[in-house]
Each structure stands twice: as C-alpha cells, then as structure tokens.
T-cell receptor, first 114, second 112 residues
Framework: GENVEQHPSTLSVQEGDSAVIKCTYS??????FPWYKQELGKRPQLIID?????GEKKDQRIAVTLNKTAKHFSLHITETQPEDSAVYFC?????????????FGTGTQLKVEL | KAGVTQTPRYLIKTRGQQVTLSCSPI?????VSWYQQTPGQGLQFLFE???????NKGNFPGRFSGRQFSNSRSEMNVSTLELGDSALYLC???????????FGEGSRLTVL
C-alpha cells in the first residue's frame, strides 16, 4: 500500500518568513495530493490540492509543488501569519480500484512566532 | 448546507466494552470514510463506504467494523475495547473518488 512520509514534524518560523513542508510517497500510481490544515481542537480542512498532471499550483500565499519522478511534493507558505499556526497534513490518494483511500503523513506542527 | 455531523463528541468506556459512533455526511455525499487520529500517528485510514458498500479497508483488526445506511449515514463499531483504542475518530464525506474530504468534528474516545 501507499506510504507517505512527512518532514519536519515541527517547524517554528518568525512572522513574515516562509515555511516549507515536504512529503514523499511510495506508490507511483497515486495521482491526487491534498494538504489539510488542522487548528487546535478543530477538524482538518483542505487548503490546497494538486493532481499528477500539473507540477505546481498556487493560491494566494500557499503553493504546492509536485515532482512525480522523485515522488515528492511540498507545501510552501509565504509571508506567514500567526493564524497559519496549526498542524498540516499531506496526503496521497491510493489507487485501489475505486473509492477514497487517502493515506496521510504524520503531520507538521507549524508555529508562527511574533 | 449542514456539515458532517458526528455523535457522540466525547465518550469514556472501559476495557472490554464496545462502542458505536455515528456519522451523518453532507447532504448528497455518498462516500463516507473513517480515520483514527492519535498523537504522533497522524490520521490512520479505517474504512470507506459508498452506497452501503465497503470499498476500502485499512489495516485495523476485525474489532473495528462499520456500515452505511441507505441515507448515507454511517456507523463504526469497536468491540472489546483496548486502552490503545483511545483516539479521536474522524468521519469524512465526499462527493467522488478523488474529491475533497469534508471532516466532522470527531468523536473522542477514552478507554480506561
């Protein structure tokens, strides 16, 4: 099955700096890679996703890049703000013959310091 | 449009007991997935249902089971509870196979 590794597990940045979270996946057939943000005590929510037919996607201060050859994808947050502090999860969609089976990374605790 | 609703939100059980958790998906969503969240382990996939059929199953023992009803509501059951089953159980619904997952607030289970 799919295996997703995520690094770093914790990340502390100064407000205004950039943050980068990296993930690798094992199944070359995976074709959908979402990122979820989970604030303390709240549910995970999708912030951006990318499909295997594109290499980069951007949404305001957030961008995701995908390197299919190397089987890794990254989340980039620019001009970080205190409200960006949360746990971020990457995920890869595993092709199983149908259905949703997202395999998640173990999460990155991002702390944006003033 | 109402979001994904999970009940109960919190519950405490003792070892050996069983528990049933409920999930009502967003109206129109036919896919319901369940995840176990524990510190350091992230979100572990339990199973996914679509139109009352289990389409995928994660690597959990047979004590973990689920079902989906004709109205897309889903339940998961854990029998013979163990201390290690203490976790936040998240339900998520989706329109399609690779679409966005919409998570509920979760059911936090504590096993004593």
């Amino acid at each position: 099955g799919e295996n997703v590794e995520q690094h770093p597990s914790t990340l502390s940045v100064q407000e205004g700096d950039s943050a980068v979270i990296k993930c690798t996946y094992s199944d070359s057939a995976s074709n959908y890679f979402p990122w979820y943000k989970q604030e303390l005590g709240k549910r995970p929510q999708l912030i951006i996703d990318i499909r295997s037919n594109v290499g980069e996607k951007k949404d305001q201060r957030i961008a995701v890049t995908l390197n299919k050859t190397a089987k890794h994808f990254s989340l980039h947050i620019t001009e970080t703000q205190p409200e960006d502090s949360a746990v971020y999860f990457c995920a890869a969609y595993e092709i199983t013959g149908g259905g949703n089976k997202l395999t998640f990374g173990t999460g990155t605790q991002l702390k944006v310091e003033l | 449009k109402a979001g994904v609703t999970q009940t109960p939100r919190y519950l405490i059980k003792t070892r050996g007991q069983q528990v049933t958790l409920s999930c009502s998906p967003i109206s129109g969503h036919r896919s319901v997935s369940w995840y176990q969240q524990t510190p350091g382990q992230g979100l572990q996939f339990l199973f996914e249902y679509f139109s009352e059929t289990q389409r995928n199953k994660g690597n959990f023992p047979g004590r973990f089971s689920g079902r989906q009803f004709s109205n897309s509501r889903s339940e998961m059951n854990v029998s013979t509870l163990e201390l290690g089953d203490s976790a936040l159980y998240l339900c998520a619904s989706s329109l399609g196979s690779t679409g966005e997952l919409f998570f509920g607030e979760g059911s936090r289970l504590t096993v004593l």
